[in-house]
Nanobody, 123 residues
């Protein structure tokens, strides 16, 4: 199974983007799916996560209230709705999944990764 992230682009501050993460085949099994991002010269950081049931969502404090993670089990896809984008949101966004029952917001806990999609926010 491979993950394909898409939906990135060049936008202005205040705009919105919907990022998608599509599995190459289904069903996509995971305990949790997440989005991470990596800005130039910085480490990869956690953005948001959702469990398979969709009953639990977690967000980084920097995006809480602006970003929303969701998933569609039937479509084997995970999404990240990004609103009110800021220049500091500029990064490559990666989707990832984990089968670990206990996981943290560390990239090391996630084992299946997509290739990333670039989001650039101009001021």
């Amino acid at each position: 199974v491979q993950l394909q992230a898409s939906g990135g682009g060049l936008v202005q501050a205040g705009d919105s983007l919907r990022l998608s993460c599509q599995a190459s085949e289904g069903p996509l099994d995971y305990v949790a799916a997440a989005w991470f991002r990596q800005a130039p010269g910085k480490e990869r950081e956690f953005v948001a996560a959702i469990n398979w049931r969709g009953s639990s969502r977690n967000y980084a404090s920097s995006v809480k209230g602006r970003f929303t993670i969701s998933r569609n089990i039937d479509k084997n896809a995970v999404y990240l709705q990004t609103n009110n984008l800021k220049p500091e949101d500029t990064a490559i966004y990666y989707c990832a999944t984990t089968l670990r029952q206990r996981y943290t917001d560390s990239p090391a806990d996630f084992t299946l990764w997509g290739q990333g999609t670039l989001v650039t926010v101009s001021s």
